[in-house]
């Protein structure tokens, strides 16, 4: 049964579900692709070549994460963490550190639950070793990686098990905030951001943000709650325009109202989010000794490069 209204493309109408339409991915690939080359420029002089250098294959290589998801079954718990489904919500009561949380958890729980800012950590040793051997290939791979990790870790929603407001009558939020929001405002957005600064603490920064994030789940649901019950429902829905494609979802003026009222919650996250990526990349760098990189080596193509299916394994909702 359509739940949310025809896509027509081509001619030829069909229908689909606006969930699994607009969350085919986390940020949205227009998003994680904008923070990763945004953040190129965060970078100091010493650095800032071989990045610019790479900058296309660093941009578009932003969704592999994404794209995983649909081959690899550990991928999408490396997306998220449900804070509310540890100890009554009390983030605190989780370990920081990996070894210390599955001593305290199974690690089948911490995967269920997901593992996202352990997993930054994991993606930022990787890219230091990298950085360490002159991999020009691994630290493409790996700075795309974590640019993706650490802009999911600044969604909220990517911080509960009411992801997609499945639990407050909200279906459709998740992709609303992290897709539709920033395809429509964020060439209004100020998106230069200060120079990226050394991380003393890679781990704490990593839950620092996830902090941030747990902390501002409350105003994306009861904001769009709030409105949803004031503003005239014939008009939250329209057709729009997207990839080409005509679509059913959220009206241009609901997308408004609703982005005026979290008064530029979306462009700060994004900010923070290409700030702290340029931060991670730097640290990296400085903690596998400051290597002077060959800039005349050109990166083959990967051959991990993800091939997608057609279904997403695990958790749909967050791609």
Not at 131 to 147: E, H, M, N
Request: glycine letters at 4%; hydrophobic letters at 40%.
């Amino acid at each position: 049964m359509n739940l949310y209204g025809p896509i027509m493309k081509k001619n030829t109408l069909t229908y689909i579900g606006l969930p699994l339409l607009l969350l085919c991915c986390s940020w949205g690939f227009f998003a994680h692709k904008h923070i990763n080359q945004r953040a190129v420029f965060t970078l100091p002089a010493d650095l800032a070549p071989f990045y610019k250098k790479h900058i296309d294959l660093i941009t578009e290589k932003a969704v592999d994460p994404d794209k995983r998801c649909y081959i690899d079954t550990a991928e999408s718990p490396r997306h998220f963490i449900d804070i509310d489904d540890y100890d009554a919500g009390v983030i605190d009561s989780i370990p920081i550190h990996w070894s210390a949380a599955k001593e305290k958890y199974r690690e089948r729980t911490l995967m269920a639950q997901g593992i996202i800012p352990w997993q930054i950590h994991f993606t930022y040793q990787k890219l230091v070793a990298a950085f360490t051997k002159k991999d020009v290939q691994a630290i493409i791979r790996y700075s795309a990686d974590i640019g993706h990790y650490v802009a999911d870790a600044h969604v909220p929603l990517h911080t509960t098990k009411n992801y997609n407001g499945q639990y407050s009558g909200q279906i459709g939020i998740h992709a609303f905030w992290e897709s539709r929001i920033p395809e429509m405002f964020a060439k209004q957005y100020k998106l230069l951001v200060g120079k990226a600064v050394y991380l003393e603490s890679t781990l704490d920064t990593a839950w620092t943000i996830i902090r941030e994030s747990h902390a501002l789940v409350n105003d994306v649901l009861s904001i769009e709650k709030e409105l949803s019950a004031t503003f005239p429902k014939h008009q939250q829905r329209s057709y729009i325009t997207r990839n080409n494609t005509l679509i059913w979802s959220y009206s241009d003026a609901y997308t408004t109202a609703y982005h005026d009222r979290m008064n530029g919650m979306v462009e700060r996250r994004m900010r923070q989010s290409i700030w702290r990526v340029g931060c991670y990349w730097f640290s990296a760098w400085i903690d596998a000794g400051q290597p002077e990189l060959n800039l005349q080596y050109n990166a083959k193509p990967d051959a991990r490069e993800p091939k997608t299916n057609d279904k997403i394994i695990g958790r749909e909702e967050w791609h």
